[in-house]
């Protein structure tokens, strides 16, 4: 896709905690990044809750090298797991992913809508990008875009697809900037009178 001249897009990967804790994790993507030609921006590595309870320390360490490395790291279903706030506040996370089953009762659940906007507003206290999981309805993303929710993701916007479709979407939305792009630049035509 990147040959083709597409831009502006990234895959996300998920990573296990096996992943993580080896010793050459790092070099790999590293490596990987290079051997490929990407830029790191295009590569999100999608980390658990869970996982990041364990070994905290090393954990932090191993992140804090991927940042440096350039890639982008999420926390995925955040809020299903046992991670303290403390350790989210050390996580050098790009974006916290609220987890579909708060986002699923967003619109019927008062309790489910007041821990989205938590989810929200202490994303944003740490300076973090916030995506909502399993968008279905547009109900759900109204109530999440007025609580400042940054992007979604789920059903709502489409299903998986394979590569090829995935391409023709690419295709597309390529186009469609370019054409915005392209008017925005033009200057306003001076009215001549004709209709």
Not at 101 to 108: E, L, P, Q
Request: net charge negative.
């Amino acid at each position: 896709w990147l040959d083709a001249g597409y831009e502006n897009f990234s895959i996300a990967v998920n990573v296990s905690a096996q992943h993580m804790q080896r010793a050459d994790f790092i070099d790999n993507v590293r490596f990987a990044i290079e051997g490929w030609e990407l830029g790191a921006r295009c590569i999100e590595l999608e980390l658990t809750e869970n996982m990041t309870t364990e070994n905290v320390e090393r954990m932090i360490a191993t992140m804090q090298a991927l940042r440096e490395v350039g890639v982008h790291l999420s926390l995925d279903d955040f809020g299903t797991g046992y991670s303290s706030l403390n350790y989210l506040r050390r996580f050098p996370i790009d974006t916290l992913k609220i987890d579909r089953s708060f986002v699923n009762d967003i619109a019927t659940d008062a309790g489910a809508a007041s821990i989205c906007r938590s989810i929200v507003t202490v994303g944003h206290e740490l300076g973090m990008r916030v995506l909502a999981e399993g968008c279905e309805t547009i109900e759900q993303i109204e109530a999440l875009h007025r609580d400042g929710c940054d992007a979604f993701q789920g059903f709502w916007f489409g299903r998986p697809v394979p590569a090829t479709q995935a391409e023709q979407m690419l295709r597309q939305r390529d186009l469609g900037e370019r054409v915005r792009r392209a008017l925005a630049e033009m200057p306003e035509l001076e009215d001549s009178g004709a209709e």
